[in-house]
T-cell receptor, first 115, second 111 residues
Framework: EAQVTQNPRYLITVTGKKLTVTCSQNMNHEYMSWYRQDPGLGLRQIYYSMNVEVTDKGDVPEGYKVSRKEKRNFPLILESPSPNQTSLYFC??????????????FGPGTRLTVL | GENVEQHPSTLSVQEGDSAVIKCTYSDSASNYFPWYKQELGKGPQLIIDIRSNVGEKKDQRIAVTLNKTAKHFSLHITETQPEDSAVYFCAATTGFQKLVFGTGTRLLVSP
């Protein structure tokens, strides 16, 4: 089954404790992206990757890191989480690295709470 | 850059009624407008999209209309059913820039 998977689905942590949210897709997509969803703000892009070893900042990259060492995986790293990073996070992928008109496939989401 | 506004933020309808969600965009170069549906506990999923060379597109009970002059597009759901209850996001892009999402509309369909 074609899908985007994320782990963990739920995470409660404390300020300053490094964490990683994993994302994996099995569709051989070139483009992958991370979003955060907050009430009243919709989906805001954190980072994206057009291909292996190619990543770039989205609209809200502060406090986050990513890496793209393999085509299928795109982990999101919070080196020192803070309470304002409490949010619902989505990973997404699409076929093309050039055309944003390609359908984006979203993972099921990771709900993060930073105390 | 592109900015997308979406209204209303919440919409309640009775089963069988129609629902309309409206979005406006700022970049006149945008030419692709998808709509995503997010059910509870799941990620957004594409339900319909429209490109700038057409004014309307239908798929069974859902339709999208586009007015490029006014820079707005709308999602229409007819004969609503409880399973239509979800959060709906509109989005816009020029095709070579990133997809910009609206803030979402929570649709509640009451039996």
């Amino acid at each position: 089954e074609a899908q985007v998977t994320q782990n963990p689905r739920y995470l409660i942590t404390v300020t300053g404790k490094k964490l990683t949210v994993t994302c994996s897709q099995n569709m051989n997509h070139e483009y992958m992206s991370w979003y955060r969803q907050d009430p009243g703000l919709g989906l805001r892009q954190i980072y994206y990757s057009m291909n292996v070893e190619v990543t770039d900042k989205g609209d809200v990259p502060e406090g986050y890191k990513v890496s793209r060492k393999e085509k299928r995986n795109f982990p999101l790293i919070l080196e020192s989480p803070s309470p304002n990073q409490t949010s619902l996070y989505f990973c997404a992928s699409s076929q093309s690295r050039l055309r944003s008109t390609d359908t984006q496939y979203f993972g099921p989401g990771t709900r993060l709470t930073v105390l | 850059g592109e900015n997308v506004e979406q209204h209303p933020s919440t919409l309640s309808v009775q089963e069988g009624d129609s629902a309309v969600i409206k979005c406006t965009y700022s970049d006149s170069a945008s030419n692709y407008f998808p709509w995503y549906k997010q059910e509870l506990g799941k990620g957004p999923q594409l339900i319909i999209d429209i490109r700038s060379n057409v004014g309307e597109k239908k798929d069974q009970r859902i339709a999208v209309t586009l007015n490029k002059t006014a820079k707005h597009f709308s999602l229409h759901i007819t004969e609503t059913q409880p399973e239509d209850s979800a959060v709906y996001f509109c989005a816009a892009t020029t095709g070579f820039q990133k997809l910009v999402f609206g803030t979402g509309t929570r649709l509640l369909v009451s039996p």
